[in-house]
């Protein structure tokens, strides 16, 4: 296709076909943009109203698709804006946002042609922002109750318009020449949040980013939570400490937690960053509805999606399939922000919650559960597993024998490693809980039925599939002269040790000889090694959300979408 958008009257028409609902007067258009654009005109295209030419602030584009959230029933159209030159702004030396808030009007500048960066922005400023972003402007001021707005102010208009609204509250005073504050802000973007009907979720945590949250006032914390674990932009300040190193070079290093300074006030070139991030670019991404990719289409995705849950470990995959198969996959309605452990799942599917589940074997548990309520299994190889074994880095032990691994967890007969062929060394086995993957592995190649030790879960059990590995590193670092054995999954432990800062200090150990390599589990020369599956209800129907997905997994893009997901594919 002929590259657009080489002249400055170049415009894209689209048809806004494609509508995702977020409330009951506002929705999200979207369309594709046509191929051969580039960035650098991507990045200055807007929004605009076809019937009235009006910008829309709240729009954006990517290489792939244009949006804009927009009352129901506007057509739009996608035109090259040219950004505003301010006088006292170099030619890219602009505060950031301001490029392209100045394309959709927002920003306008002084009668001298200055932007003022570093003017304080008062109260009626921010009205007459917030109007512009919400195309609230030029609106007839109505009765309101504050008598310090004047009827034939220039702010009356943009005050009452977001006053009818909600956003600011009712007071006999508005203090117009006062300061915004920093919590302010957030509370009047939070409020035009709620009033367009974007998607925002309430939170009654205290948000752990931030040092000085007690320092935000009472009305202001129930916002800052929302909007934080809604994951919108809010204003704070990182905190760095000066850091010398053995040679006497000066440093800052930036430290966690960061500074929200609520009272602090704003600056106009402090606003054009919040505003920007906050209500264009997270405000968009947050809302973009989830568009089906052509995988979709073609697997019968993007009609209906099955429900999907599983093992920890698995998790990645199921990120890793929505990314290929929709356009903002995390506004899928069905896409799960996490897994609900192994043993969960396996019984959400056998008691209908749940469709899916990506997990590995099932325990004796799930195995009699299932039979109790009548429900046969069918279990579909999608990536090869393995149970492993591992301790500290520096312990000179290499190698299990399948016999000695029983001892160790059966009998609790193990008291040093140069029983088993290792060191003199003292040793702590540690396990998993009965309801999690890898004890179902456990009870696959060694329990039989068996129990481990009651010592060894009562003294040493992990709870959580990352505490084992974290566990077992501390054990090793405040118990000199003895080493820990922990295990896990070969491909959780692979691809989460660097997050974990594990990756130093523990190390697999073979297994009867055997090293747990991505090639030994794949050829089946490891002696542990396994699949992840998935499994659904036998009784689902051949043409079902469910069977399709499965269908996915074993395709050679579902098999990339595992590889991706830094598991061993399993379709050969």
């Known amino acids: 296709m002929k590259k657009i958008l080489t002249v400055a009257a170049a415009i894209i028409i689209l048809t806004a076909s494609s509508i995702c609902a977020a409330s009951t007067n ?20 807007a929004a605009v109203d076809k019937a009235t030419g009006k910008v829309i602030p709240i729009s954006d584009c990517t290489t792939d698709y244009g949006y804009a959230y927009v009352p129901e029933g506007t057509e739009i159209s996608f035109e090259k ?113 709620k009033e367009l009907g974007g998607n925002i979720e309430e939170s009654a945590e205290t948000p752990e980013s931030y040092k000085d949250f007690d320092a935000v006032s009472d009305y202001a914390k129930s916002t800052y939570a929302a909007m934080d674990v809604s994951e919108y932009t809010i204003p704070f300040d990182n905190v760095f400490e000066p850091y010398i190193d053995e040679y006497g070079n000066f440093y800052e ?49 993007d009609k209906e999606m099955p429900r999907i849950t599983g093992s920890t470990s698995s998790y990645p995959i199921t990120e890793s399939l929505y990314i290929a198969l929709f356009e903002n996959y995390g506004n899928h309605p069905l896409f799960p922000k996490s897994h609900d452990k192994t043993i969960e799942s396996y019984r959400l599917l056998i008691d209908g919650k749940t469709d899916v589940i990506l997990v590995p074997d099932p325990n004796s548990e799930v195995k009699e559960l299932s039979e109790e309520k009548g429900v046969e299994l069918e279990y579909i190889p999608i990536a090869d597993e393995a149970l492993v074994f591992f301790t500290a880095s520096d312990n000179p032990a290499e190698n299990l024998i399948s016999a000695d691994i029983e001892r160790i967890y059966i009998d609790n007969s193990v008291t040093n490693w140069n029983e088993i062929g290792g060191s003199d060394a003292g040793f702590t086995p540690f396990c998993r809980n009965n309801d999690s993957g890898s004890h179902a592995q456990m009870e696959q190649f060694f329990l039989k039925g068996r129990e481990i030790n009651e010592n060894i879960r009562r003294e040493h059990m992990s709870l959580a599939m990352s505490s084992i590995l974290t566990e077992v590193e501390a054990y090793n670092a405040h118990n000199p002269g003895s080493y820990a054995l922990g295990y896990s999954m070969y491909y959780y432990f692979e691809n989460t040790k660097r997050f974990l800062g594990t990756d130093e200090s523990l190390k697999l150990l073979s297994v009867d000889g055997v090293k747990p390599t991505a090639e030994g589990l794949s050829d089946g020369s490891y002696p542990l090694a396994t699949h992840y599956f998935a499994v659904i209800r036998k009784d689902e129907p051949e043409n079902s959300p469910a069977r399709k997905l499965a269908a996915f997994l074993t395709s050679e893009v579902g098999q990339v979408c595992i590889l991706n997901a830094g598991f061993g594919a399993r379709v050969k």
Do not use: H
Request: charged letters at 25%; aromatic letters at 12%.
């Open 26 to 45: 506002y929705v999200m258009y979207y369309e594709k943009m046509p191929e051969g654009l580039e960035w650098g005109d991507i990045y200055k295209l």
């Open 81 to 193: 804006r040219e950004k505003i030159k301010f006088n006292d702004i170099p030619e890219y030396g602009e505060p950031a946002g301001l490029d392209d808030l100045s394309r959709r009007g927002v920003f306008t500048g002084d009668e001298n042609g200055n932007f003022n960066e570093n003017e304080i922005l008062t109260r009626a400023q921010m009205t007459a922002l917030l109007a512009r972003i919400i195309g609230a402007v030029g609106e007839t001021a109505g009765d309101m109750p504050f008598t310090d707005v004047p009827q034939n102010s220039w702010f009356a208009s943009p005050v009452y318009a977001l006053y009818k609204r909600g956003i600011v509250a009712g007071d006999e005073l508005f203090n117009p020449d006062r300061p915004v504050t920093r919590e302010e802000f957030v509370t009047m973007e939070y409020r035009i949040i």
């Open 253 to 301: 290093s930036l430290n966690e937690p960061r500074l929200l300074n609520p009272q602090n006030t704003v600056t106009r070139g402090d606003a054009a960053m919040y505003l920007y991030y906050c209500l264009i670019r997270d405000f968009i991404r947050n809302n973009a509805p989830a568009i089906p990719t052509d995988a979709a289409a073609a697997f019968g995705l």
